[in-house]
């Protein structure tokens, strides 16, 4: 399975739900890296790594007649991530594949089984990747295994690998490496008394309604980030999201029995930060939003302390 890059302004890796295990910017690292390339079996792709700018860089050129492979690894560690679902990468990519890598105490014949999960890059763009742990693939010198599974709770070493079977050069930039927990379940109540809501329920992305709304909100971004807002979108047909997160199916459904919306009705509720549904429409422009807002008295004193 390949894994594909979400963009970065979309994630916040900084949460109490994420274990940080590098952060090149902030220099911190868990990690002392060392390079293998395929010329220890006879190939002839090249491969490195430096340190700057608060960046890992990962480049070389691959060469696919001999092994076609690059890689950087681990020293030696001792993680035990079984309380976290996966690894957090955020990396600047050149758009060709890459595959991190992660080493427990498990055997195959003897011999120390290695997991290898893909990732696809964009090029010249941020951004931000994870890959659960139960995603992760055996492999024995690039053969697919049947089992182990992986342990997280065992984990002696990570690396960073390029085996797309391409030839050519290859740079890869890696600004920070998470473990990361499930996600909790969605509940508007999240968001008390730190951001108001304002929840839109359509049929689909198409609806008159909100496709007005989100014009508008196109034009009036900063004023909406002023007012301490978050959008949630909830679709019958299509991507429903709470801000860049996307929400379940169920996750919807609890939401609109929360917000008192019916299936298949265009709806619009304004929540506040005391968890109360401030208005309940079928639509409002942004105008009429704001101006309402404005004149609750925890948004005038909002502005006051400002």
Avoid: C
């Avoid at 020293?75 to 594949?97: A, M």
Wanted: no cysteine.
């Amino acid at each position: 399975m390949t894994f594909v890059a979400q963009s970065i302004s979309a994630m916040d890796p900084d949460d109490e739900s994420t274990l940080l295990l590098a952060d090149y910017a902030a220099e911190q690292s868990l990690f002392d890296w060392f390079v293998v390339n395929d010329n220890v079996m006879g190939g002839r792709s090249e491969g490195g790594f430096r340190i700057e700018q608060g960046e890992l860089y990962f480049g070389g050129s691959t060469n696919t007649r001999g092994g076609g492979f690059s890689s950087i690894r681990t020293e030696p560690l001792q993680l035990d991530l079984s309380s976290y679902q996966g690894v957090r990468l955020k990396v600047l990519g050149d758009g060709r594949r890459y595959t991190w890598r992660i080493t427990t105490d498990a055997r195959w014949r003897g011999r120390r089984v290695s997991y290898w999960a893909e990732f696809d890059t964009q090029q010249g763009e941020w951004s931000t990747v994870d890959i659960p742990f139960s995603s992760f693939i055996p492999q024995f010198r690039g053969v697919r295994l049947d089992g182990p599974g992986v342990d997280p709770a065992q984990i002696s070493g990570m690396g960073l690998m390029i085996y797309d079977k391409q030839d050519g050069p290859f740079e890869l930039r890696l600004a920070a490496v998470y473990a990361y927990a499930a996600e909790q379940p969605f509940v508007v109540e999240k968001y008390q008394w730190h951001k108001r809501v304002l929840a839109v329920s359509a049929k689909d992305a198409n609806d008159v309604h909100l496709v007005s709304l989100q014009s508008e909100l196109a034009i009036a971004n900063s004023e909406f980030g002023d007012r301490d807002m978050e959008l949630v979108v909830l679709l019958d047909s299509g991507i429903s999201r709470a801000g860049y997160r996307k929400l379940t199916p169920n996750e919807v459904n609890r939401t609109r029995a929360e917000l008192d919306i019916r299936s298949g009705t265009p709806a619009l509720r304004l929540i506040g930060k005391d968890g109360s549904v401030k208005l309940a429409t079928e639509s409002a422009s942004l105008d009429e939003i704001f101006a309402l807002i404005d004149t609750m008295p925890m948004r005038r004193n909002e502005v006051a302390s400002r």
